[in-house]
């Protein structure tokens, strides 16, 4: 009988984010990603999501290392937490690794790791882990699947993966390899980008956005062009630039990521930008409108971007006017909608014309529609499947492609972000669970716990009523008070009359339980809460927060 071999997955199972799983063979574990997810609308505060490090914490010191599959913030962006309580090397392409080294770095955690180039259709060792990474396409160059040759068969991770024909950089997606390993081990089990299962037929290629760009570009001649789009996204910000040079502008980055990312790139040879069309954006001013193109980030319509202080009036070296053309080459990431609507608004407040993915074809997804995750299915022939990097809806969806494309049902695996899927000699199947739940972080502080959400929806969409009130601590007569202070439940000037009575609840209240002995610290802070709680509700239909602050004399 083989060893068996585990997957534990705690995160991107159920969510777009926070993309992280763990391979287990011979007692040993290698994670696979790391990543976070950006806060959702019912997160007031949160500035990111990470997964739930437990599991990694309590088996720290099984740990062999982790392997990306490629840079972006929701594969990476949690290492730079997990670093600082756990050490391990971290492997991935010399891009993937460029990129998740920024944050890595500022973190100050680079001592906490080794980071090791893997080159595209490598088979490498890691601890007793057995793996090859295949060449993907996607919206970040140098992406990898990932081939973990098991003592329980293959095991095949798609990662975030398209079927791009022509990429901008010639690197296709190595379906002949991948038809390889499945004609010559066959694959037990295929775990499968899900986020665009429910989109029907193919994404365009990449290179199909480069001449919108050329066209737009040659009609907007003599007019400023300020273009946003994903720091990473160094195709796009490729062929951006070609549609520049080819117009005969001059490029300046703007946003740290963005000029970040393109030094890094041009400087491991992946972006052609000749030195003298590059120049730093302090410069732009000394350019006519007409030989200008900037590169921005806050194509999401971050808040502090770019791009949006630009749409506010408050960029330092932008002042966006009439005659600007921007172009948002990128697609609002569910939840991010309405502040990308406020940015392309602003735009057009400040006289700037806004060309949005909505208007023309300035953008195509990185991620697979239903038809190439038919065609990775039917190459791979896998024996088992799961969906993986989606909202539960999207693995749905791609299930039924899998059984569509002839996996057994019962072989197809629906797991969640916490499962623990064990293949042995007859089966592959759930075994137990681990905690998954979401780790929040506010500022530096990691793992808000979930009692303060709770407390700030309340706030945020109810208010607070503070009741100050002093009693004797012998009798449970009110001494001084109840002041009661109040923010987002009434408008206190004008609800001097609606205060009183509160007032007057409350103090109904504590004589009557003064008049019944009951004078306990407890009793007498439950009493205010009740009466101040009835009182609110009943005269406003409301239910702030209630905050009796008693002291006793
Ligand atoms: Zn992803
Ligand atoms: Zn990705």
Same mark, same amino acid.
């Given at each position: 009988m083989a060893d068996r071999v585990r997957i534990v997955f705690l995160g991107g199972l159920g969510e777009i984010g926070r993309n992280c799983a763990v391979i287990e063979q011979d007692n040993r574990l290698l994670l696979l990603d790391c990543g976070l997810m950006f806060p959702e609308v019912d997160m007031p505060g949160i500035d990111l999501v990470l997964p739930d490090f437990t599991y990694l914490r309590d088996n720290a010191d099984r740990i062999d290392a982790c392997l990306l599959t490629h840079g972006h913030e929701d594969h990476v962006g949690a290492l730079s937490f997990l670093l600082r309580e756990v050490s391990f090397p971290i492997y991935g392409s010399a891009l993937t690794l460029g990129l998740a080294r920024n944050r890595i770095e500022e973190s100050g955690l680079m001592e906490r790791t080794s980071l090791n180039a893997l080159v595209d259709g490598e088979r490498r060792r890691i601890g007793p882990f057995d793996v090859e990474v295949i060449p993907v396409t996607h919206s970040v160059p140098h992406g990898f699947a990932t081939a973990f040759y098991t003592p329980q068969g293959v095991i095949l991770h798609s990662g975030d993966f398209k079927l791009d024909l022509t990429p901008v950089d010639d690197r296709r997606t190595d379906l002949a390899r991948i038809g390889a390993i499945a004609d010559e081990h066959g694959i037990r089990l295929l775990l499968s980008d899900? &986020?665009?299962?429910?989109?029907?037929g193919s994404t365009k290629s990449e290179r199909s956005v480069g001449g919108v760009l050329h066209d737009l570009f040659a009609e907007r001649a003599g007019q400023r062009i300020i273009t946003a789009c994903f720091a990473s996204h160094l195709h796009r910000i490729q062929q951006i630039a070609d549609a520049a040079l080819a117009s005969g502008r001059t490029i300046a980055t703007l946003g740290r990521s963005m000029g970040k990312n393109v030094a890094l790139a041009r400087e491991m040879g992946l972006l052609r930008i000749p030195d003298d069309r590059l120049v730093d =954006?302090?410069? =732009?001013?000394?350019?006519?409108a007409g030989d200008v193109c900037v590169i921005s980030t806050g194509s999401q319509g971050e808040p502090m971007s770019a791009l949006a202080l630009m749409a506010a009036g408050e960029n330092k070296w932008l002042k966006i006017g009439e005659g600007d053309v921007v172009i948002l080459s990128s697609h609002a990431i569910p939840g991010n909608e309405y502040d990308v609507n406020k940015v392309i608004d602003g735009l057009y407040r400040l006289g700037a014309d806004v060309i949005h993915s909505g208007i023309a074809d300035v953008h195509v997804s990185g991620h697979a529609q239903q038809e190439e995750l038919k065609t990775l299915l039917s190459v791979a022939k896998p024996e088992y499947f799961i969906p993986v990097h989606g909202e539960f809806r999207h693995l749905i969806h791609h299930s039924r492609l899998a059984m569509q494309m002839g996996v057994a049902r019962a072989n197809v695996l629906l797991a969640e972000d916490g499962d623990v899927v064990e293949l042995t000699d007859g089966a592959v199947d759930f075994v137990t669970e681990v905690p998954a739940g979401f780790l929040y972080v506010d500022g530096i502080v990691g793992d808000v716990a979930h009692g303060v959400l709770r407390d700030r929806r309340v706030l945020g969409e109810e208010g607070v009523v503070v009741v100050v009130v002093t009693v004797d601590?012998? &009798?449970?007569?009110?001494?001084?008070g109840p002041e009661i202070i109040t923010r987002g439940w009434v408008y206190a000037p004008e609800a001097e009359g609606l205060l009183e009575e509160a007032r007057q609840a409350v103090r109904d209240s504590l004589k009557e339980s003064a008049a019944e002995g009951a004078t306990d610290f407890e009793t007498v802070r439950r009493h205010v809460r009740q009466a101040a709680g009835r009182f609110v509700n009943e005269r406003t239909k409301r239910r702030p927060m209630i905050v009796p602050l008693v002291m006793e004399v």
């Open positions: 899900s &986020t665009n299962a429910e989109e029907a =954006i302090e410069k =732009i001013g000394d350019f006519e601590s012998r &009798t449970g007569e009110v001494v001084s």
